[in-house]
């Protein structure tokens, strides 16, 4: 065919140079061997890791870790007992930072601290996961406490104040912490050092998130069964903000006139009405 005829005129035109310079002896050699072999395309499959090197395959430490983990939790019942219920007493919301591990920070162990993360520790009517998460908290978990952590040094943060667009989805969810420098930009904004400027709007961030806790539903349903409720002491689930230092270890609580803030709001967020002989402080 036409194809073949161009393949064998394309073999002939790269062998007739070699035949040439190979003389009469290396003629018949080269003919004997044929066209040279074709430059073969480097493999795009990068090779196999090997599975005992942990550098190569870090999947392989953390499952080995698991392992030792899991031989201590069966060899101590105080610690299996713990595992098997779920009883958690406190709500965390908190960043996704890796430096800010709830249980770690409160000193409880596993089973006592019901966990939400997600960057800058925000609390945003729109985000059915966290909704659900505050949702079954209350009403189904019955946590006493609720706490929103922020955490000094919050990329999160720092990102929202530069006038920078990081693109969707990730900017959307930053516009939630301008919204807040936004709202409260007396208080952040104459602040001169950039660094100070930072850590004010981790504290007001943390504030203002642990307000947006009060104005969903579900805290609301519970706070107001808690305060009709003849056997309570307290209004429930209390709601506290406060601030984690990387560099030293320690969570500062924040100083938060929740009386104060929940009566400006409530002509706008509260969703049930309460008779005054119910309330608790």
């Known amino acids: 065919s036409g194809s073949k005829r161009k393949v064998m005129r394309r073999s002939a035109r790269s062998v007739a140079p070699r035949l040439a310079a190979a ?3 290396g003629a018949r050699r080269l003919l004997s061997e044929g066209p040279p072999p074709r430059a073969v395309a480097p493999s795009l499959t990068p090779p ?9 395959n870090p999947m392989a430490r953390l499952l ?3 392992k030792q983990w899991a031989a201590a939790m069966r060899s101590s019942p105080a610690m299996l007992k713990r595992m098997v219920q779920h009883k ?6 908190g960043c996704s930072d890796a430096r800010v591990p709830a ?6 162990g596993a089973g006592e601290v019901f966990v939400h993360r997600n960057v800058a520790n925000l609390v945003v009517s729109t985000d059915v996961n966290l909704m659900s998460v505050i949702q079954y908290a209350v009403t189904a978990l019955k946590v006493s406490d609720i706490i929103v952590c922020g955490h000094y040094d919050c990329g999160g943060v720092r990102a929202a104040m530069r006038p920078t667009d990081h693109q969707p989805p990730l ?4 516009r939630n912490i301008r919204d807040v420098v936004w709202l409260h930009r ?7 050092d950039l660094e100070a400027r930072y850590r004010k709007l981790v504290e007001v961030n943390t504030m203002q998130q642990s307000l947006n806790v009060f104005k969903t539903g579900a805290v609301q349903r519970a706070r107001v069964a808690s305060r009709m409720d003849p056997t309570s002491k307290h209004t429930l689930p209390r709601v506290h903000a406060v601030v984690y230092d990387p560099l ?3 969570l500062k609580p924040l100083s938060v006139d929740y009386k104060k803030l929940l009566k400006e709001q409530e002509t706008v967020y509260q969703l049930y009405q309460l008779p005054e002989h119910a309330r608790k402080q």
């Open 48 to 56: 196999a890791a090997d599975p005992d090197d942990p550098l190569a």
């Open 23 to 25: 003389g009469t002896n």
């Open 88 to 93: 958690p007493k406190y709500l965390w919301i």
């Open 248 to 250: 030293e270890g320690e």
């Open 186 to 192: 007396d208080t952040v904004m104459q602040i001169e």
């Open 103 to 108: 249980n770690e920070l409160l000193g409880e």
């Open 171 to 174: 900017e959307n969810w930053l």
């Open 64 to 66: 080995e870790q698991n």
